[in-house]
DNA sequence: TTACATGCAAAGCATTTGCAGATAA
DNA sequence: TTATCTGCAAATGCTTTGCATGTAA
C-alpha cells in the first residue's frame, strides 16, 4: 500500500547504488561511480551501451567501451539494474526498482514502463526445485501507419 | 472450448504453411518448401538459424545461410512463425500457432510453451491510434544450483 | 603491495548486404 | 521472358577478450 506514494528520489537512487556496489565487494571506482551517477541520477530510465558511451563524452569524460559493457553486467548481477530484452540487436537497461512491465513501441523503438498494478497477472507456482527468476511482460505495439501483416 | 481436444497435426501445419507462403505472393521454391518441412513437420518447437542449418545439414542438403535467415524473417512476416526474444544472442522463432506464453529455463537455454490459460493476464485497452501486435510473457526461471544474485 | 580495474585494439559471432547467376511461372 | 530467389563472400555492428598498464585499499 505504500507504491502509491514513493518519490522518486535521484540522490538517493545514486547512493543506493553505491552502496549496492560496496557490499558486493566491488570497489566504487571513478568510472563506476560516473557511470552510476548518469544511471541512476536522471530519474527512471532505459539505457542502452551506445548512449551511456554518449553521455560520458558529451560530459567530456572518457570511459572506454570494455568498461561501460563490464560495469552494465556488473550492476545487473548485483540487481541494481535490470536488463530487458526487447528487441534482438541492442542489449538495453532498466534502472527503475518498482516492479512493472514494458510497453515496446515497435517501430519507434521506444519504452514505457507500465506499473505492475496496471496489469493483472496470475502464475500458477513453481516446482520446488525451480527458482523464479523473473516475469517479463512486454506489450508490443505498433502505431497504426505501419500496417504490414 | 475446442482448444482442449485439439491434437497437433504435422502434415497440416505444412500444407498450411505453404498455402500461406503462395497466399502472400511468395515462390514455394524448393529451398523454401525444405525448410517448412523442417520447421512444421516436427510438431511444436522453437528453431533458431543455426540449428535449421544443422538439419539441413543431416539430411544432406544445402541452404545457404544467406536463404535461411531470409527465410525464416519471411515466414515471420506472413504469421507463420513467431520471434520470441529471451536472450540477447540468438534469434529463435516458436511454430506454435496456438496462443501461447514462455517459460525460460535460463541457465540451461530451455523453452517450454505455457498455453495461454494457464496464466491470466488483464491488459488495459489500447488507444485507439495504436494496435496491438503481440503480448510477450517469458516466466524466467533458474535452477537451483545456480545460485549467484 | 597486490588484487582488482581499466583501456586498447583485436577478435568473435550472429546477422545482413550486394551482386552475379539461377530459377519459377 | 522476367521478376523473384539463391548463394557466396564480404561487410556490419554489437559485444567480448587478452593483455599490459593503472589504481584503490
Redesign the interface.
Same mark, same amino acid.
Given at each position: 500500500m505504500v507504491s502509491a506514494i514513493k518519490v522518486y528520489d535521484p540522490t538517493n537512487a545514486y547512493n543506493n547504488a553505491i552502496r549496492k556496489i560496496e557490499q558486493n565487494g566491488i570497489r566504487a571506482t571513478k568510472q563506476r561511480r560516473i557511470l552510476a551517477k548518469l544511471i541512476f541520477d536522471k530519474g527512471t530510465r532505459h539505457i542502452s551501451a551506445d548512449n551511456l558511451i554518449d553521455e560520458v563524452k558529451k560530459e567530456n569524460r572518457k570511459i572506454s567501451m570494455a568498461t561501460i559493457y563490464n560495469t552494465l553486467k556488473q550492476f545487473t548481477?548485483?540487481?541494481i539494474l535490470r536488463e530487458i %530484452? =526487447?528487441?534482438?540487436n541492442k542489449?538495453l537497461y532498466c534502472n527503475n526498482k518498482q516492479s512493472h512491465y514494458h510497453l515496446y513501441?515497435?517501430d519507434e523503438g521506444k519504452i514505457v514502463d507500465i506499473p505492475t498494478q496496471? $496489469?493483472? #497477472?496470475?502464475?500458477?507456482s513453481?516446482p520446488a526445485? #525451480?527458482? #523464479?527468476?523473473? $516475469?517479463? %511482460?512486454? =506489450?508490443? $505495439?505498433?502505431?497504426?501507419k505501419d500496417k504490414?501483416?
Open positions: 548481477a548485483i540487481g %530484452v =526487447v528487441d534482438q542489449s513501441i515497435e496496471n $496489469i493483472d #497477472l496470475n502464475i500458477p513453481m526445485c #525451480l527458482q #523464479l527468476h523473473n $516475469i517479463d %511482460v512486454i =506489450v508490443r $505495439i505498433r502505431t497504426l504490414k501483416n
